[in-house]
């Protein structure tokens, strides 16, 4: 695979989505995907942005993140032993760890873990702004240092009890 997410035809993602949403709120609404592109700023897998709305409300900007390994990109593939790639492991760290936090993290919208399918879906908020690496105010990366060391030192004792369920 070419390490992209574009395999993932809109009518799926759309359906995927509102799987997701429905499992997460245990609520209905029809989902009608108005936009997706890809993000500039991929991390190893393959991120998107779509704008969504769901039954007559205002449009909402969200993440899709494929977790799968067809979605790594390439140099990512040649690096990472395969024992090592776990794609629920990120899901069940948003939805088992930093949303019960209430840290200020991307609130998740929702998620799919399908082995059968290969098929681990995140769909996150999508936060505007810019990338801390093209912030030049000190002040600004003082404040993130502190942010996480808040959030290092919140999750430290309990990092036990959270690993397993987390993966």
Same mark, same amino acid.
């Given at each position: 695979?070419?390490?992209?997410?574009?395999?993932v035809?809109?009518?799926?993602? !759309?359906?995927? &989505?509102?799987? $997701?949403?429905?499992?997460?709120?245990?609520? /209905?609404?029809?989902?009608?995907?108005? +936009?997706? @592109?890809?993000?500039?700023?991929r991390?190893?897998?393959?991120?998107?942005e779509?704008?969504?709305?769901?039954d007559?409300?205002?449009?909402?900007?969200?993440?899709?993140?494929?977790?799968? !390994?067809?979605? &790594?990109?390439? $140099?990512?593939?040649?690096v990472?032993?395969? /024992?090592?790639?776990?794609?629920?492991r +990120?899901? @069940?760290?948003?939805s088992?760890?930093?949303?019960?936090?209430?840290?200020?993290?991307?609130?998740?919208?929702g998620?799919?873990e399908?082995?059968?399918?290969?098929?681990y879906?995140?769909?996150?908020?999508?936060?505007?702004?810019?990338?801390?690496?093209q912030?030049?105010? /000190?002040?600004?990366?003082?404040?993130?240092?502190?942010?996480?060391?808040?959030?290092?030192?919140?999750?430290?004792?309990p990092?036990?009890?959270?690993?397993?369920?987390?993966?």
């Amino acid at each position: 695979m070419n390490g992209s997410s574009e395999a993932v035809s809109s009518e799926a993602l !759309r359906d995927g &989505l509102q799987a $997701a949403l429905e499992n997460r709120t245990g609520w /209905f609404r029809r989902v009608t995907i108005l +936009e997706r @592109r890809p993000n500039p700023y991929r991390t190893s897998y393959a991120l998107e942005e779509i704008q969504v709305r769901l039954d007559d409300g205002p449009p909402l900007w969200l993440i899709f993140k494929d977790l799968g !390994r067809h979605s &790594l990109a390439l $140099a990512a593939q040649k690096v990472k032993p395969e /024992f090592l790639h776990d794609p629920a492991r +990120e899901i @069940r760290t948003y939805s088992l760890i930093l949303e019960p936090a209430s840290m200020g993290t991307a609130k998740l919208w929702g998620a799919l873990e399908d082995e059968r399918e290969n098929r681990y879906w995140l769909f996150l908020e999508w936060v505007p702004g810019r990338q801390i690496w093209q912030v030049g105010d /000190f002040g600004v990366w003082q404040a993130v240092a502190r942010w996480l060391a808040r959030t290092h030192g919140r999750f430290a004792e309990p990092a036990g009890s959270l690993a397993p369920r987390s993966r």
